[in-house]
């Protein structure tokens, strides 16, 4: 398989990290997290994207509207994206209408990104079955669409109508936010492909199997005679530290946590490639790891393979605001500026 030249490289960070720990209380947490963007925002990351889950005790996941409408006047030029909605669980008009109203107050920096979600508790929630995931995300997607262009729409569909509906105003970017979609599945690669700008792969998703469904991504817009290539991202853990043994030391606790709530949320699925769910798979094999240098080289090869966005989850950030804001400095001058990623 020949590898894929993807040209230059676009870096941003998940906002998954920072709402830990967790004894800090909501409020602190969420307010420090504005603060670290707010400086992160000047450093040349390209974008800075939140994640979703319901009830979701132990851990933290503040939702995505609400928190990126309250980083959009703190973080200059950079993109905000949502990384991923769980669109099958939510109302199509509202997102629509959220969407709008968002790409307005950021001035046309939003992405949106989506995913049909895994866990059996949220389906729950909004009284829908795995079966129901596919089909509700496609309806919904083919819907919204329909409401960005401002027209009137009259929509009959399995879970939702709408009768002569216009949304008041359309979204800053025409036609709408760049959409990209999470996958973990060559079956949501190809939906990926079909329906949006962009594939996003998840966290725990190995190298190897990244490449492959690259290939596959860009083989299914090749059939659909798509206007554009799209374009192929990834989450990929960071994970720095004096050398590749000190890096997987630091990051053992917060590997162990992350691991078991994927496990008891019963993230494998039969149709995912493998994902990476152990302490026992070597870093090497789905994370950036190691000193700056070490994973300027991973970048390197990730380019090389079709690569050409990356989210950084970053692991074993320091408690402290100013702390953690140094720390996001020092990524970006000793990894994103030798990764060619900026000037």
């Not at 190298?207 to 860009?218: N, P, S």
């Not at 691991?259 to 798979?281: C, D, G, I, K, P």
């Not at 090389?304 to 950084?312: A, N, P, S, V, Y």
């Not at 320091?318 to 953690?324: E, G, K, L, Y």
């Amino acid at each position: 398989m020949q590898p894929l030249h993807s040209g230059p490289m676009k870096i941003g960070f998940h906002l998954t990290p920072f709402w830990s720990p967790t004894d800090r209380g909501a409020t602190r947490i969420l307010d420090e997290a504005v603060q670290v963007v707010a400086a992160a925002s000047r450093m040349g990351f390209a974008w800075v994207s939140i994640g979703q889950h319901f009830v979701s005790h132990p851990t933290v996941w503040p939702q995505p509207f609400p928190m990126l409408a309250r980083l959009a006047p703190e973080t200059g030029r950079m993109r905000l994206k949502t990384s991923v909605l769980l669109l099958p669980m939510l109302n199509a008009i509202e997102v629509a209408e959220n969407v709008a109203t968002l790409d307005h107050l950021c001035h046309g920096r939003l992405d949106v990104g989506v995913a049909i979600g895994y866990r059996e508790k949220e389906l729950e929630l909004v009284g829908l079955r795995r079966k129901d995931r596919v089909p509700k995300l496609e309806e919904s997607l083919a819907l919204m669409k329909r409401l960005w262009a401002g027209e009137e729409v009259t929509f009959e569909g399995t879970y939702t109508a709408v009768t002569r509906g216009r949304l008041g105003f359309t979204p800053y970017q025409t036609p709408h936010p760049p959409l990209e979609m999470g996958a973990q599945s060559e079956g949501a690669t190809r939906r990926a492909a079909r329906l949006t700008d962009g594939v996003f792969f998840g966290p725990q998703v190995a190298w190897r199997d990244i490449a492959g469904l690259g290939h596959v991504f860009r083989e299914e817009r090749g059939k659909l005679g798509a206007a554009t290539p799209g374009h192929i991202g990834a989450s990929r853990s960071l994970i720095v530290g004096t050398s590749k043994e000190a890096a997987r030391t630091a990051a053992r606790e917060y590997l162990e946590r992350t691991f078991n709530m994927y496990r008891t949320w019963e993230m494998q699925e039969a149709s995912m490639v493998e994902l990476q769910l152990s302490l026992e798979t070597a870093l090497d094999d789905w994370t950036v790891n190691g000193t700056p240098d070490d994973c300027v080289a991973t970048i390197a090869r990730a380019r090389e393979m079709g690569l050409q966005r990356i989210g950084f989850t970053i692991y074993s950030l320091p408690r402290d605001v100013q702390a953690r804001i140094d720390y996001m400095q020092m990524i970006a001058e000793r990894i994103l500026k030798p990764a060619g990623v900026i000037e």
